[in-house]
Each structure stands twice: as C-alpha cells, then as structure tokens.
C-alpha cells in the first residue's frame, strides 16, 4: 500500500545499470547494457539493461521490468519488501506502518526468516564490536590481520562461547526478546533443541562469517572456531568450520561466500578468484584481491559455476597446496570447463593457503595463472602417468572428454599439443582423436556413423514445394541484415511481432540481438539457424543486398516495413473474420456474427489509422507502431 507518489519516486530513483551490476556483470552495448541473463542458462547474452527506460529484458527467456520486478525475482523478494530495500539503497523515504496485503503465508513465513537472520547477524555483529564477551573474537579479528573497515565489509560477528557470556543460549534469549519465532529460528539452525527439548544456541566461540546475498542481507552463517576453543574439555576436536543448514532462506549449493562485495569487481577485473574458505576469502580482499569468492563447507557446483559464468569468461583456482586442494581442483575443472569458462590455476606449495603465502609470491602466481588442463596434466606426470604405455593410454583417456569441453577450436588444439608434449606423445597424437563429428569409440577410432534410413538405390522421395515467403517481412528482415545499425530501433518498435514466419522470426532475433552488443553475424551463422531445406529460398530472398546501398532514409524505411508488415496482419486477420461471420451466420449464431462485425469494423478503422502512423519519428518509444 506505497502511496502512488512515493512509489514513482522510487523508481526514478533507481539506477538499473548499478542495481542490476550488482548481479550480473554487464558490458555496455550501445545505449544499453548487456549480459548473460541471471533468469536462465545461457551461453551467448540476451539479457538488456535500458538505462533511459530504467528496465531490463531478456530476449531469450521474455523476463523483463523495472528495478522492483528484478530485485523480487533475484532475492525471491515480496514487493513491499523489495521496495523497503531500493528505498534505503537509493535514498527514498517510504511511510512507516505499510502492510502487504497481498502477501501469501509463503511471502510472510520468508520475511520472518529473513528478520531473525538480521537480528542475529546485527547481534554478532555488535558483540564483536564493543560487547566484553566479544573480547577472543576481537582478539582473533587482529591475529588474522582483518581489518575493522574489511569486518564492516563483510558484517563480521562473534558468537560468544558460554565461558564468555555465562550462558549456552545468548542469541536464543536475545531472539526470544525480539518477539522471534524460535521454532523459526530452529528451522533456520540458528538454536539447537537438546534432547530434554529446552532450545541453545548453535554457534559458540567462533568467529562468525554473515553468508550475505548481493543485497547485502543475511541469509545464512558460516562459524570459524577460535583457536581457543579448538577441542572441548574431553580433548576432542571442534570443526573448524560450522555452517548454518540449508533453510527456506540457503541453499548452499547456490551460493557463494563474498559475492556481495566480488561480484562487480570480478566484471572489472575480468576474471574470478576461487579460494576454499571464508577467512581466505577475507584474507584475499585484504590484499586487494576483491574479486574473491568461496564455495560453503561444499565442492564447486554447476550452480556456483553458472553465478561466477554471469560475470565474467575465467575463473582462477587458488585453493590450498595440500591433497585436499588439489583435489578439489580436479573436482572442479570440469564443472567450469561445463559452464564455458576458461579454467586457470595458481599451484601454491604444498602446505601453504592464500593467507599464509608470502604476498610477492601470491602475486607473482596471480599475474599469470597457469591452464587448468595443463595443470591437471602436470599432476597425471608426477603421479605416473609416463611409467608405461598403459598409464599414457588412461591419462589421453581421461583428458579428451576436458578436451571436448573447450569451447574454442583453436584453444582446444593448443590444449592438446601441449598435454602431448607434457606426456611425450607424438605432435598430434592427442588432438586426432578429437573428431568432431562424434566421440571416438574403445579403440580410439571414431565410432561408426549410424546407417542411412534408405539404400542408396532408392530413390529420394520428391521434395514438396515450399510455401511463398511473405514478402513485406522479407523486405524488413533484408533491411535489418543490410543495415544492422537499425537494431536498437527495430527492437523498440517491435520487429519480432512482425517477422513471424518460421523460416524468417529466428534469423531477425538474431540479427537484432547481436547488432545490440555490436557484433555482426555471418550469412552462414544465420542461415544454420533455420531447416535446412528452407535456406536456399531464404537466402536467395533476403541475402541479396537489396538495402545495402540505399540512398534512401534507412530509419523511414523500416518504419515503412514495418506499417507494411502490420498492414498485412490486420487484412489477413479481417479475412479471417469474415470466414468467422460466415460461418456463424450459417448455425443461425446470430449474437456470435454481430460480435465478429463489431471487431471487423475496428480492424477496418486501425487499417486506415495505419497511413497516419506513418507520420510519427521512429525515434519515440510510444511509437503507434506496437498497436
């Protein structure tokens, strides 16, 4: 219930291109800003940010809006909560007491949750600050060098052990203070049940890491136990970390520690730094390495790998130089290598983490990581791999399904010239195995191509002539190959509405969506789009350069395409009411035929709207063109 007012003000306020950076890593692409869309997969961008119109769009999956829409959908947001959260970012006052109305039991249930995981982080938070029971974990905060502006960065905590605030449930009573739903807060993990039911806390004694989303808000925690408090009084050994459980809030899977702070540094810096715990994460930033992101208490995962894919092409892999490191290394290069991103690894020695590493070497790593593949290679060597014959066999076996990831060709091969080199195979020896048109068979030839569906004597079956092109959507589509520059306002103006014919649609999406990131797609690219049989016709129709050296206005000949276009629909649309009436006269349906008439008259009045049209500039997005 915002008042209409404020709510307008809101969304002027909002500035879409830091909102939405702060997401997904956008490069500018004319006027706007372009992406891999964070709603779906997608290798290829065809996510939009229009900084004038203050919106997004994809034109891959159709999701589209304004700043609200994308922070409720990101942060699976209600909207009164989204709008409380643009206003403080973007300085707008909302009234105080609104309600949502509208709310399900879901929506209310999620903004409890959300609540009791601030009040528990703002907790920590001060206990760390100023609280004497907060005195070890101030103490640890300087032992590790973290400093008091990076601990506001990342809303650092403490969780008191009992011997420091003389009880096992602090947070339980201070939640239960705050009027919180302590079963809630159960199901969160945040208190634990004991076996005589009576509720305490869950963290104690550690250092405690807010898992925080790109909104900066909590959704989980991540504990470090102190060094203190590294094994209880029987002598037995605490984790060193402890991680909230998944919730209704986390899944740990989806997430990645620090991307609240990494996410636009990584676009900045063009790559992303992967290091496997919290306080390396910290570490890094403190070095200036903000780009710095970690998996929670779990191994790589396609989802984190599709997050790290939203902002940037390469990922470095700097995890500990231990067994445990190299082999979550091994772990997770072919998940990267999956997500199209180019896998990189700084091979630190052995026993040695980010944090511990001197920071001259560290940064002598970092300025040039090494291929992944040829690191993996490498570790395949010193483990054997030239002993014999055999053990060269397994380690070309278990290198060309990496291979076949490799997005580029070029880089594919060099990859294989250089892991034949390292295994002293013959130049090629790798690289002929990878045969494109299918994966090679147990001999390591490739495996034999299915049998034709008829004898080579047969004949072939006569091809079925094809439907006629419509030929006002071949005239636009031709306008848009031959002049690419067109795109950004073919796009307002709705060109996908009127290149509808199955043969045309995909290839003008095309050419529009990669116009507006500046690139221009080959004849053959856009004609892989469509059957095969259809690309002769199409080709010899719209590939032939019949605006290429107009001298006329390219921007009113699109407007003049495109009221072409519209023109054809009404009149095959009238057609089809006519046949409607008719036949709805001949069952006596009379009401029916009148209601037919009535919308042949309006189709008849916009028929004759559309010459007028023609007089409004291109330029105005409310352009009569999308009636």
């Not at 706007?32 to 119109?53: G, I, K, L």
Request: hydrophobic share 40%.
């Amino acid at each position: 219930m915002i008042p209409d007012e404020k709510l307008q003000e809101l969304r002027d306020r909002i500035d879409i291109v830091d909102l939405v950076g702060r997401y997904v890593g956008l490069k500018r692409a004319g006027k706007n800003f372009t992406a891999c869309c964070p709603f779906h997969q997608e290798r290829t961008p065809s996510f939009f940010v229009n900084p004038e119109r203050r919106s997004f769009k994809c034109f891959g999956c159709g999701v589209w809006g304004d700043g609200l829409e994308f922070v409720m959908r990101m942060d699976g947001l209600g909207f009164l909560e989204a709008a409380r959260h643009l206003a403080g970012m973007f300085g707008v006052t909302l009234p105080e007491g609104l309600v949502d109305r509208k709310s399900s039991e879901q929506q209310v249930e999620l903004e409890k949750a959300r609540a009791i995981t601030q009040i528990a982080a703002d907790l920590y938070r001060e206990i760390l600050e100023s609280r004497p029971e907060g005195k070890l974990g101030r103490l640890y905060q300087q032992q590790r060098a973290i400093s008091p502006e990076l601990a506001a960065t990342f809303m650092l905590g403490y969780a008191p052990a009992p011997a420091e605030s003389g009880s096992w449930d602090r947070l339980t009573r201070h939640l239960q203070s705050k009027g919180c739903d302590l079963a809630l807060a159960e199901k969160l993990g945040l208190v634990v049940r004991s076996d005589k039911g009576s509720l305490y806390d869950r963290f104690r004694g550690r250092l405690m890491f807010p898992v925080l989303q790109s909104n900066r808000k909590p959704i989980a925690f991540s504990g470090r136990i102190l060094p203190e408090y590294a094994k209880d009084a029987d002598g037995r050994e605490a984790p060193k970390y402890m991680n909230s459980p998944e919730s209704l809030l986390y899944t740990k899977s989806k997430t990645l520690f620090g991307l609240h702070v990494a996410g636009q540094a990584m676009s900045r810096a063009r790559r992303a730094i992967l290091v496997e715990g919290n306080v390396d994460v910290v570490s890094m930033h403190q070095r200036g390495y903000i780009e710095t992101v970690a998996p929670l208490g779990t191994a790589l995962t396609a989802q984190q790998a599709a997050i790290l894919a939203r902002f940037t092409d390469t990922v470095v892999l700097c995890f500990d130089g231990d067994n445990a490191g190299r082999k979550a290394i091994r772990a997770a290069i072919p998940i990267l290598l999956d997500e199209g991103l180019d896998a990189r690894v700084v091979a630190l020695d052995a026993g040695a983490d980010p944090d511990s590493t001197d920071p001259k070497r560290l940064a002598a790593l970092l300025e040039e990581p090494g291929s992944a593949l040829e690191w993996l290679v490498r570790q395949w060597v010193a483990q054997g791999a030239l002993d014999s014959i055999d053990a060269q066999e397994r380690a070309v076996a278990a290198l060309r399904p990496l291979l076949a990831k490799v997005k580029s060709d070029a880089a594919r091969e060099r990859y294989a010239e250089r892991a034949a080199k390292l295994l002293r195979l013959p130049a090629g020896r790798i690289s002929s195995r990878q045969h494109p048109h299918g994966p090679p068979g147990p001999q390591g030839n490739r495996a034999a191509p299915s049998p034709p569906s008829r004898t080579a004597a047969s004949p072939p079956a006569p091809a079925r002539p094809l439907p006629e092109l419509p030929r006002h959507q071949v005239a636009l589509l031709a306008l848009l190959v031959d002049n690419p520059h067109l795109a950004d306002k073919a796009e307002r103006a709705g060109v996908q509405q009127y290149v509808t014919d199955r043969r045309l649609a995909p290839i003008a999406e095309e050419v529009v969506r990669r116009a507006l990131v500046g690139e221009n797609p080959t004849e053959g690219e856009l004609l892989e789009l469509i059957p095969a049989e259809t690309r002769r016709q199409v080709h010899d129709a719209v590939f032939v350069g019949t605006f290429r050296d107009t001298q006329d206005d390219p921007v009113m000949l699109l407007q003049g395409c495109i009221l072409d276009c519209r023109r054809e629909q009404l009149k095959a649309e009238s057609r089809r009411l006519d046949v409607q009436m008719r036949e709805a006269k001949e069952r006596g349906e009379l009401d029916r035929a009148r209601e037919l008439s009535l919308k042949k008259i309006e189709h008849n009045r916009m028929l004759a709207n559309l010459d007028e049209q023609a007089l409004i500039p291109m330029a105005n997005p409310q352009s009569g063109l999308r009636a």
